[in-house]
């Protein structure tokens, strides 16, 4: 991959937020919680849950970047969506989501390029 190439998926990255505003400008408060398709998620728990992931992926991040051989936890996203009550939660709690990106895209960019110690999972 190119340096330009990297350059151009961290702005996607970046933008990513700014995306999931422009879906939910005009998106009518009464259908935020509502699950049109059966087992799917509602569009608030669609936020909430990219929120979460984002923190998630953040912490994930700067292991990567300062442990030599990092434990990337994983997480079930069905039973954070239940147990944090993502579908009733104050929906303004979500507003946070489109600093994310911003706040991790300095540390995204201390990845690139580098040599990474080997890494565990525990999914």
Do not use: C
Not at 26 to 33: A, I
Not at 61 to 87: F, H, M
Not at 96 to 107: E, G
């Amino acid at each position: 991959m190119t340096t330009n190439e990297r350059q151009q998926l961290i702005a996607q990255y970046q933008a990513g937020a700014d995306e999931v505003d422009r879906a939910l400008d005009g998106f009518p408060s009464d259908k935020l919680t509502a699950h049109p398709f059966e087992g799917k998620w509602s569009a608030a728990e669609i936020v909430h849950h990219l929120s979460d992931s984002e923190t998630t992926s953040g912490l994930r991040l700067r292991k990567l970047l300062t442990e030599d051989r990092p434990l990337i936890q994983g997480y079930d996203q069905d039973v954070y969506a239940t147990s944090l009550n993502y579908n009733h939660r104050d929906w303004s709690g979500a507003g946070s989501l489109p600093q994310h990106p911003r706040l991790h895209s300095p540390t995204v960019r201390l990845y690139v390029g580098r040599r990474l110690a080997p890494r565990r999972h525990t999914f």
